[in-house]
Nanobody, 126 residues
Framework: QARLVESGGGAVQSGGSLKLSCSAS????????MAWFRRVPGKEREGLAT???????KYADSVNGRFTISRDNNKKAVFLQMNDLRPEDTGTYYC????????????????????WGQGTQVTVSS
């Protein structure tokens, strides 16, 4: 059973930056899709960014241009650099990983991932 551990959450003022990290206790992540999700109270968990095995990123419109996802397969880790944070970015952030066939793109859907971190809280004040 894989274990993912996130870190880097915290409180920041509007316009500030945070970098989230997630390390995975897997034999390898090189062929895995890796993703970041966010849950806001009262809403479903939303896919924010995915990165495929070739390090090709994709972003939700809500974070495109402000957030950057990256990965380090040697460290079995995925990162989320968050800039220009806004109060609406407040929520619990989760990393997720799963293997995927080479010809398939990474999905931003919750049910595309079996392995999840415990979540880290990000609070942005105005």
């Amino acid at each position: 059973q894989a274990r993912l551990v996130e870190s880097g959450g915290g409180a920041v003022q509007s316009g500030g930056s945070l970098k989230l990290s997630c390390s995975a206790s897997l034999y390898t992540t090189s062929r895995f899709c890796m993703a970041w999700f966010r849950r806001v109270p009262g809403k479903e968990r939303e896919g924010l960014a995915t990165i495929d095995r070739l390090s090709e990123p994709k972003y939700a419109d809500s974070v495109n241009g402000r957030f950057t996802i990256s990965r380090d397969n040697n460290k079995k880790a995925v990162f989320l650099q968050m800039n220009d944070l806004r109060p609406e970015d407040t929520g619990t952030y989760y990393c997720a990983v799963d293997a995927v066939d080479d010809h398939l793109p990474c999905s931003p859907a919750n049910d595309a991932y079996r392995y999840w971190g415990q979540g880290t809280q990000v609070t942005v004040s105005s």
